[in-house]
């Protein structure tokens, strides 16, 4: 079974970088098997796929969110990250990394895998 756990500040600053890291366990992320994506929640709203990464290292990123968004892995630790850049209020998100074999259901925030989602608030 895969498992995912984020982790990262619950905590930023307007202007600066939000950096997340999924820590997977029960499967390599550099298996074809799965993609690897980071997921949010703003409170109130629906969730939003942010982008993905696949085990050859390929990237895919939400078109709305490219500009500041940044995915990269470290194979080392079985983990991938999220930086994501110039944040705003509106970033403040329950912020969840997910795995699945499909990438199309992943953009409509379908995933075969889930963490439990780390809250990050976006405040000076």
């Known amino acids: 079974q895969v498992q995912l756990q984020e982790s990262g500040p619950g905590l930023v600053k307007p202007s600066q970088t939000l950096p997340l890291t999924c820590t997977v366990s029960?499967?390599?992320?550099?298996?074809?098997?799965?993609?690897w994506s980071w997921i949010r929640q703003p409170p109130g709203k629906g969730m939003e796929w942010m982008g993905a990464?696949?085990?050859?290292?390929?990237?895919w990123y939400s078109p709305s969110l490219k500009s500041r968004t940044s995915i990269s892995r470290d194979p080392s630790k079985n983990q991938f990250t999220l930086q994501l850049t110039s944040v705003t209020p509106e970033d403040t998100a329950v912020y969840y990394c997910?795995?699945?074999?499909?990438?199309?259901?992943?953009?409509?925030?379908?995933?075969?895998?889930w963490g439990q989602g780390t809250q990050v608030t976006v405040s000076s």
């Open positions: 990464i696949n085990g050859a290292g390929s990237i």
């Open positions: 997910a795995a699945g074999e499909d990438l199309a259901a992943m953009t409509s925030t379908r995933a075969d895998y």
């Open positions: 029960g499967e390599s992320i550099t298996s074809d098997y799965y993609y």
